[in-house]
């Protein structure tokens, strides 16, 4: 890594509520978040991109939902990182008001770009309000054709909450952008997209999209496939986030995973508790009765890099 590397860190879905939830610990997710914020701190990131489902709103009245969306957003907001958050299906599903989400989050649009050195990272909401799938409706794909034509040469990550499939030309499951065969045509035309990271799924996901590995030949354009990084959830064992290292110069971008504090061992489900109050990293196993806890990153998201042409 040279001494000009950017590194950025990449977090997935929060899920933000005062109760658990199957195996999100949303209760937690804030207290995960400040661990994360104080474990950085001797390699301060540049900045913190979030992929959506900051609130878990499930079986929640609105009121709730909005609360937590306020508590969620001044948690982040006290980060000495800047932070940039997305929305995800729990906000659109249990918090359709996008005036309010807007507001709260001190946004003009959902669907942005903020620039990281030469990197240009394009916050890309694809949500539908009451539904889990995403959509690229002509209006996002417009918006986002001509953001991507404004720095064909300048390397840029696309941050969104619902995947792309890689085969289906019209997706109905509900982790998937509806029309991703057109979004994927869209995307091919444009080389200088690095990567596309995702949240949604929870399951860490590495997937190349087919045609994509022989992009143009002009400076910022990929060298390989284009691929797509879906991240676990924030609030979900084994706890991770991602770390994101920009080497202009070499004009290469790796993702890693990397988890909070680890523990290795075997513990009893008390002692297992009492570590996760602490707030530590841990994974459950499938036996209930002993649990164990190992570090356990993902082979999918351990190391991915993309490599541009620098000239
Ligand atoms: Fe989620």
Redesign the pocket.
């Known amino acids: 890594m040279s001494a000009s590397s950017l590194k950025l860190l990449v977090v997935g ?1 929060l ?1 933000h509520m005062e109760r658990n939830r199957d195996s999100l610990y949303c209760a937690r997710a804030l207290e995960l978040w400040s661990l994360l914020v104080a474990q950085v701190k001797e390699r301060p990131p540049a900045a913190i991109l979030q992929l ?2 900051l609130i878990d709103g499930y079986h929640l009245p609105i009121e709730v939902c909005r609360r937590d969306l306020l508590d969620v957003h001044k948690v982040l907001m006290q980060s000495p990182y800047p932070v940039h958050p997305l929305i ?3 906000e659109t599903i249990y918090l359709p008001d996008r005036p309010f989400i807007l507001e709260t989050l001190g946004l003009s649009a959902i669907s942005r770009v903020a620039a990281f050195g030469a990197v240009r990272a394009v916050f890309f909401d694809l949500t539908v309000d009451g539904e889990s799938y995403g959509l690229l409706t002509p209006e996002r794909a417009a918006w986002l054709e001509a953001e991507l034509d404004r720095a064909p040469e300048r390397p840029a990550i696309i941050l969104q909450h619902p995947l792309i499939h890689p085969d289906e030309e019209t997706c109905g499951h509900r982790h998937y952008v509806q029309n991703s065969g057109a979004y994927l045509r869209l995307l091919a035309r444009h080389p200088q997209v690095q990567m596309v990271l995702t ?2 799924r ?1 399951i860490p996901t590495r997937l190349e999209f087919r045609g994509t590995d022989k992009p143009a030949r002009r400076p910022g354009a990929r060298r390989g496939p284009l691929v797509q990084l879906t991240l676990p ?1 924030f609030c979900s064992w084994p706890f991770t986030y991602g770390a994101l290292t920009v080497d202009e110069p070499a004009g290469a971008l790796t993702f890693r995973e990397e988890p909070l504090e680890p523990v290795e061992g075997v513990f009893s489900k008390r002692a297992l508790e009492e570590l996760l109050a602490e707030g530590r990293r841990i994974r459950i196993e499938e036996n209930p009765d002993v649990w164990s806890a190992r570090v356990r990153l993902s082979p999918e998201l351990k190391e991915v890099t993309a490599v541009w042409q620098t000239q």
Do not use: F, L, R, T
């Open positions: 879905d899920h959506g489902d995800g299906n729990h949240g949604h929870h959830a």
